[in-house]
């Protein structure tokens, strides 16, 4: 019993780490059509920069959070704007070939600038704990599933109540509509673009206090964002929660009990199939091309 | 080209309902179209045309009720399959595969349409842009030929397939006048040839002047049927277009 | 013509005393522009970017392995059947991915050559066999030498070219392009859309099933982690973007810089070679997203 409720909790807190970096892949997509390519990259250079900010100037992470959401959005907001900006209205496949080439770029020019080696941010607190009736709950662990609920609950809260929120509102569901009504295009998708950096960003710094990161780590993040996305429905933000969660407990309960190779091959096989069967997400209020 | 039997419809609409999520956009449509009618279908924006198109064409399948043509339920079946059968559709965002030339898109529909080999699909296409005007542009791409040509280029690619019934869903949208009475006199011959059409439009001359009867569609359900006379009277029809910029024309 | 000097240069180069290092680097184009071109057949004609190619070349890769190091059959009716393999199990994978739009087709496709690599890493555990060696490789027999690839990968190459050639001019051709430009519109008119797209699907694995028994043979030994690896499936799409999806020589000429690009900086700066590739994406999506033959094509 004790065993399963382990698994449970690593799975419900691995879920909310999911959430965390795939809020902004599903807010971008949701907006623009865009299925970046080069998300997890986004999630690298949070890590990284916390990583070397740590590293060299002994800042802890959760201080360079600020600073990881600013910088990651700025990068965001400008390649959007000067580069992906300039497909947008060409047919998507276009978009992510590119968002690809982008993911080449960064993702080797990280490689070769900082080497293939492994790297940790490991604070005094690092394996502190909680444990609550034999259940270990490590801290940063608690912390990323904080933060995902933060994210979830902030984007939602700037679409819904801001007058920014409602411009990239208007903007993701009839672009010429909105046009017509004052909204500036550009600007709304750069910033879109910008936030959904941003939040990423910072997840990735809190993802390097407790995962090894590595400058190749992207791919499979974004893969998994887009699992993510999927089952809980693109364009969908609060889906981004129910998407983590379910693919975090089944992954963990699977590692548990069958195999742990299993849980990859396991994800994959349950994206096809979801893609297949229900592509609107498990609630069915994702976007279907 | 095969007449139906006379007591037959050849397009019949049964209790046609579609709804997409809480929007009902048609509901309980009954209509039936005679072979070599053309029949008009109009209702203010939003009134549920397009989607009443779709349903034909099999772009979507209807919650409820059938689409009978020549006499066999169709609902359910892909476009394509409609499509060979007899039955094809222009849209109302034109739609063309602009790198082709002129020539290749009318080719598409007679090879695959009307499951012509190459040689013959070729010819009969080039007599096709003949007829609908188009022969001086055969060789060019077609996404650098105007806007009425590619709603002419629509219609021929439609009549490469040889189809039978014919649906128009605003084919002559952003037309003049001229161009107009020009895309009457071509539909004018098409039905000449046997061909049955129903026609989706906005310039109320143009289908009150064409239409042999006319379906009146308001908030996805129908509201009148009759000839153009009939219509223009009906004051169901009035009330519907109460505040649109329209005021119904009587037919000359 | 060009071409016929060009083949025929092409066809005496291993006789004409090359280096062997020439007749290696030829071989290895003549194969990628094979792949490039099986990729080319799907998705450059039909716009469907399928992410997951490698999943039929690996699913070559093997079952030419197994067939030849376990069952000893001879190395023609291992390939061909290969190539049977991958196109079978592209059928019931194609049927439900191709209905999907864009983006969750390059997904499916993705997550497909991934459980592919799984499940053959996972095999001997799962099934409880000892089926593989090691990290799950498969050793084959020492076959011939670099000329024997040289005249199989040249004659692969034409026949993918061939193919490419002969699909644009057809019917099924016009289906694809139909396709491409306004999918819903095809349908309307006629075409059966799912059916073309599966046939180009099939037609693709094959070929890339095929070649992935021809480069097993070459490589004498093969692991999931070499013959299902996504860089496989970047290149092609890579040299077709470059070279100019959708037409028929797109691919050599794609395939044939990259594949030198790739020689020249491969081994000594291995991350330069991967970020040219993605300032090459960039630059063609940005500027040329014809690619070149279609760019000079348009002159």
Known sequence: MLLFLQSLINGILLGGIYASYSAGFS??????????????????LGAFLTYWLFTLFHIDPFLTLPLSFFLLFVFGYLVQRFVIHRVVEAPPMISYILTFGIHLIIA????????????????????????????????ARLATFGLALIVVAGLYFLLKKTETGRAIQAAAQDKEMARLMGVN???????????????????????????????QMGLSYTIMAFCVVVLGGMGYIPGTLWGGLILGVVQSLIATYLNAGLSGALTFILLFIVLIVRPAGIAGKGIVD | MKKSKIDKPILEGKHLTKNFGALVAVHGVDFSVEQGEILGLIGPNGAGKSTLFNILMG???????????????????????????????TSQIVQSFKEMTVLENVLVGGLHGKNLRLREAT???????????????????????????????????????????????????????????????LLMEVR???KTLVVVEHIMQAVMGISDRLIVLNYGEKIAEGTPAEIADHRKVIEAYLGEKHASHRPN | MTLLPITICLLIVPL?????????????????????GCWNILSGMTGYIDFGAVGYYGIGSYATALLMSKAHAPFLVSVLVSGLVSALIALPIGLPTLRLRGAYFGIATLAFAEAMKQIILEFDKTAGVRF?????????PIGPGNEFFYYFGFGVMVVVIAMTYWIRRSKFGYALRAVREAEQAAELAGVDTLSAKVKAYMISAFFLGLIGGIETYWLTYITPHMVFDVLITIQMVVMSLLGGMGTVFGPAVGASFLTVLYELFHRDFPYTYTILVGFIIVVVVLLMPKGIVGTLRKR
């Open chain 1, 185 to 215: 295009i550009t600007r709304t998708y750069a910033l879109t673009f910008g936030i959904g950096a941003a939040v990423t960003g910072v997840a990735g710094s809190l993802i390097s206090t407790y995962f090894i990161i590595f400058p």
């Open chain 3, 16 to 36: 004409a005393g090359f280096s062997g290092y020439l007749v290696r680097l030829l071989a290895m184009i003549f194969l990628w522009v094979g792949k490039a």
């Open chain 2, 59 to 89: 772009v979507y399948v209807p919650d409820e009720g059938e689409v009978v043509f020549k006499g066999r339920t169709v609902s359910g079946l892909p476009p394509h399959k409609i499509c060979r059968m007899g039955m094809a559709k």
């Open chain 3, 132 to 140: 593989f060696e090691g990290p799950h490789g498969i050793t084959l």
């Open chain 2, 192 to 194: 000449n040839q046997g």
């Open chain 1, 108 to 139: 080797y020019s990280a490689l070769w600038v900082w080497t293939a080696d492994f790297r940790a941010v490991t604070t005094s607190y690092s394996g502190l704990n909680a444990t609550i009736g034999g259940v270990i709950i490590p801290y």
């Open chain 2, 123 to 185: 010819q009969e296409a080039e007599e096709i842009l003949e007829f609908v005007g188009l022969g001086r542009v055969k060789g060019a791409i077609s996404g650098s030929i105007t806007v009425p040509d590619r709603r002419r280029l629509e219609l021929a690619r439609v009549l490469a397939t040889g189809a039978e019934v014919i649906l128009l869903d605003e084919n002559m949208a952003g037309l003049n006048p001229a161009e107009v009475e020009e895309v009457l006199k």
């Open chain 1, 27 to 44: 807010l971008i997509f949701g907006v623009m059509g865009v299925i970046n390519i080069f998300h997890g990259e986004m999630v690298m």
